[in-house]
Structure formats: C-alpha cells, structure tokens
C-alpha cells in the first residue's frame, strides 16, 4: 500500500487544521491504520489509530481531546482532526499502516509510512 499524506502547513496557536492520508494499492480496510508524528530532535511518537477492524481508536494522552481520527472507507482516507493545536504539536506527522495493529502504539509496529506533512503551530 502506498499512502499520501497532506493538509499540513502553518496555524496559530489555538486553531485547527485537517490532515488526509490518502491510501492507494490496497483498501484500507486491510491494514490497522494511524498516525505518527515526529517534533525536531525528537522521536517518532505515536498520536492516534484505527484498530484493525476499525471499531475502536486509540489516541495518545497528549492530544486526547483535541485530536480525533476518523476514516471514509469509500475514499480509502484516513483523517485527523487537529483542534485547539498548541505549539508543542509542532512536526511532520506520518500516516501509517500496519498489517497486524498499532494497540501499542509502537513505529515498530508499523508495516508501511506516508511522506509526511509538516504542521507548524506558532504561538
């Protein structure tokens, strides 16, 4: 599977942007899909993902509330909702798929990675 993300750019603290993953090669449906984010300097950390069923969702505590992950499986599109970003959501942040889950919320979890998309939150 090959995976596009996009939507990233620059945002002023307390507003809200909408990053897309686009997936083609294969249906999302067949991965357990996510999104991973890296600041400068920093580790890969994970932010949130779809089970591999898609009925459940896991987001890390850092955004929980402010994030949410959502998918079309008709457009083969993941999505997350960014709101109430703060300037320490400042990175690139990755789509990702795994052919088995990301419950652990681990990169080593991770089968295949979008390009990035850069989200700059400027205070």
């Known amino acids: 599977v090959q995976l596009q993300a996009s939507g990233g750019g620059l945002v002023q603290a307390g507003g809200s942007l909408r990053l897309s993953c686009a997936a083609s090669?294969?249906?999302?449906?067949?991965?357990?899909m996510g999104w991973f984010r890296q600041a400068p300097g920093k580790e890969r950390e994970f932010v949130a993902a779809?089970?591999?069923?898609?009925?459940?969702?896991y987001i890390a505590d850092s955004v929980k509330g402010r994030f949410t992950i959502s998918r079309d499986n008709a457009k083969n599109t993941v999505y997350l909702q960014m709101n109430s970003l703060k300037p320490e959501d400042t990175a690139v942040y990755y789509c990702?798929?795994?052919?088995?889950?990301?419950?652990?919320?681990?990169?080593?979890?991770?089968?295949?990675w979008g390009q990035g998309t850069l989200v700059t939150v400027s205070s």
């Open positions: 779809f089970s591999w069923s898609g009925d459940n969702t």
């Open positions: 090669g294969r249906t999302i449906s067949s991965y357990a």
């Open positions: 990702a798929a795994s052919a088995y889950t990301l419950s652990r919320r681990s990169t080593t979890e991770v089968d295949y």
